[in-house]
């Protein structure tokens, strides 16, 4: 079975920290991806990697950066949190393109 | 752009009872279509996808979907609910040039006992 951990479920930060969301993945997919989930919104993408050190951006960068050094571990960075991130941040893979994504639990973030 | 409406927020069955969840996507070519399932606290968990060929596609759990290209639909059915399956469900489209999903809002289903 694929399986896709995140590093908190939960999270409280004060507005202008630095947040770090972490995501492994063990089954050596080449994608990984962080999205936010927001109600009525579903899910939005916030950027998504291709491969080691590569990366690209969603539909809703702002705000956020990201960091993959390693095949199986993506990072999302808030550089500077703000009460408009407080959020639900749920992080997937996949074995390649048109691939099913797997999720992880998902990080509830809240921003104060 | 490529765009996916779940029409309703919140729907409430009663068990046992026949389940029909509507989606409708927006995107010129042949889309590849997926519904999730996301129980309380989880992740999102792939119940059926469909890619191309036999239009009625099975899934886990005893769902099935039906894509109607005419219609710009891809519904969720199941033929008689169970409590378990109080959840929220995405429907989600992928433009087959890349592997970037575009998600619906989300339908919350409750089951009555």
């Known amino acids: 079975d694929v399986k896709v951990t995140q590093s908190s479920r939960y999270l409280v930060k004060r507005t202008g920290e630095k947040v770090f969301l972490e995501c492994v993945q063990d089954?050596?997919?080449?994608?990984m991806f962080w999205y936010r989930q927001d109600p009525g919104l579903g899910l939005r993408l916030i950027y998504f990697?291709?491969?080691?050190?590569?990366?690209e951006k969603g539909d809703i960068p702002e705000g956020y950066s990201v960091s993959r050094e390693k095949k199986e571990r993506f990072s999302l960075i808030l550089e500077s949190a703000s009460t408009n991130q407080t959020s639900m941040y749920l992080c997937?893979?996949?074995?390649?393109?048109?691939?099913?994504?797997?999720f992880g639990p998902g990080t509830r973030l809240l921003v104060l | 752009a490529q765009s996916v409406t779940q029409p309703d927020i919140h729907i409430t069955v009663s068990e046992g009872a026949s389940l029909e969840l509507r989606c409708n996507y927006s995107?010129?070519?042949?889309?590849?279509l997926f519904w999730y399932v996301q129980s309380p606290g989880q992740g999102l968990q792939l119940l059926l996808k469909y890619f191309s060929g036999d239009t009625l596609v099975q899934g886990i759990k005893g769902f099935e979907a039906e894509f109607k290209r005419s219609q710009s639909s891809f519904n969720l059915r199941k033929p008689s609910v169970h409590w378990s399956d109080a959840a929220e469900y995405f429907c989600a489209v992928n433009n087959n040039a890349g592997n970037m999903l575009t998600f619906g809002g989300g339908t919350r289903l409750m089951v009555k006992p």
């Open positions: 997937a893979s996949s074995a390649g393109w048109q691939e099913t994504q797997y």
């Open positions: 990697s291709y491969d080691v050190k590569m990366k």
């Open positions: 089954m050596d997919h080449e994608n």
């Open positions: 995107y010129g070519a042949t889309p590849y």
